[in-house]
């Protein structure tokens, strides 16, 4: 109980996102188990509004799903003329995206170095 109350301490700790703007911090393990409450989520966020801030930079685990997910994301705000933005990726994200064709798709920001 202490490490989710740790990590939601983390998550307020970060700066909001700007007005109209919808922020969502992927978990940790972003893998298959988590994709019914990550679906729900990213839903609610386009009833929201067009822009959207993605902050994976805490994804340790992420798998196939999550990043067909984030992809179908991505085609919606498209659709709605919606924009997609990062607040950042971690490594372990970045080499999914990477291994899998799909970090120019989502648009994902340049790794920086080591």
Do not use: H, Y
């Not at 939601?8 to 700790?13: L, M, W």
């Not at 978990?27 to 409450?37: E, S």
């Not at 919606?82 to 340049?110: H, M």
């Amino acid at each position: 109980m202490a490490g989710k109350r740790a990590a939601k301490q983390k998550q307020d700790e970060r700066p909001a996102a700007p007005d109209g703007v919808a922020a969502v911090v992927l978990p940790a393990d972003c893998r298959i188990a988590a994709q019914v409450a990550l679906k729900a989520q990213l839903l609610g966020v386009l009833e929201q509004g067009a822009s959207v801030v993605l902050d994976a930079s805490e994804v340790e685990r992420v798998d196939t799903a999550a990043l067909q997910l984030l992809v179908l994301l991505r085609r919606e705000l498209q659709a709605r003329d919606g924009t997609l933005d990062w607040r950042g990726a971690s490594e372990a994200f970045n080499e999914a995206a990477g291994l899998l064709g799909l970090a120019r798709i989502l648009e994902l920001p340049a790794a920086g170095p080591a």
